[in-house]
């Protein structure tokens, strides 16, 4: 297994750093990893993958707050697959199994005798998506699905590790959409679990942040739905690509039917609004 740290800076992308040997994170030109974070010192943080997860060492205070799992962090061993938040940028710590890229011979074999079908099912898919762009897909209900507690045999301890999973992904969800339905159904199957365990006042606590979230999600979700429909009809093709891409991240995680097929239509949308959009050319 290989140990990265993925880098999530909002409106830049992912960038991936491969742990092989401790990295220093920080404003300075000796950092492995360089963020531009005002207030941040030239070396923040050093982090090097261990066993268990990746050691993380905070070198230098500052004004920019280090945070995990919603909390102040002052340094530790964080398990594979943890968020920590240094300002608005998300750093994950993953393992990747390099075998996983490697190809297989016989699947090559299979992949080449396949290539004439896949050459048929693209013409299809086209001819197919072109009828899905036609018709506008109206906007869909978020939240349609109650959530119920998935260990109720311990449901007052699942109650708690929901509610305090959605209150940190709520946190981010000004700077990453993906994590906002997510939370709202963590908070939901607190609920659940708060019922199941006989908690009847902690479960009914719950509705009141609840209903907000629903309803602030689901406003950010019909007013960019709007701004797609709005840019696409008066052909402002990167405004309107913008907003795919807005609406996609948004219903990242949500497995509800209706917002599967709304996710598909998106896609049928992105694809078409990428081919129109001219090529820039090429200085040399």
């Not at 762009?133 to 998935?150: G, H, I, K, M, Y």
């Not at 908070?187 to 019922?195: G, K, R, V």
């Not at 948004?250 to 917002?259: D, T, V």
Request: with cysteine.
């Amino acid at each position: 297994m290989k140990a990265f740290v993925e880098v999530n800076v909002p409106g830049k992308g992912a960038t991936s750093h491969n742990l092989k040997k401790p990295l220093r994170v920080g404003k300075a030109r000796e950092a492995e990893i360089k963020l531009d974070i005002e207030g941040l010192p030239g070396v923040a943080l050093e982090v090097e993958a261990r066993e268990s997860g990746s050691r993380v060492k905070i070198v230098s205070q500052s004004s920019v707050p280090v945070v995990y799992q919603g909390m102040p962090y002052s340094g530790g061993v964080l398990p594979w697959g943890s968020d920590l938040f240094v300002g608005d940028v998300r750093l994950q710590f993953v393992q990747k199994d390099p075998s996983t890229n490697a190809v297989n011979p016989v699947l090559l074999v299979a992949l080449v005798v396949a290539l004439g079908a896949l050459a048929w099912s693209a013409l299809r898919t086209s001819l197919a998506d072109e009828g899905k762009r036609t018709a506008d897909q109206p906007a869909v209900a978020l939240f349609s699905e109650a959530v119920p507690c998935s260990e109720p045999a311990t449901a007052g301890h699942r109650a708690k590790l929901a509610k305090e999973s959605a209150q940190a992904k709520l946190q981010r969800y000004a700077f990453f959409s993906s994590d906002g339905i997510g939370a709202v159904r963590l908070l939901s199957e607190a609920q659940a679990c708060f019922a199941a365990a006989g908690q009847p006042a902690e479960a009914e606590a719950l509705s009141p942040e609840l209903q907000k979230w629903k309803a602030k999600i689901t406003g950010d979700y019909q007013s960019a739905h709007l701004r797609f429909l709005m840019a696409r009809k008066s052909g402002q093709l990167l405004e309107a690509l913008a907003e795919v891409k807005s609406l996609k991240d948004l219903l990242k995680g949500n497995p509800e039917p209706q917002a599967q097929k709304y996710f598909e239509w998106l896609s049928v949308q992105e694809r078409h609004i990428s081919t129109r959009i001219p090529k820039k050319k090429k200085r040399w």
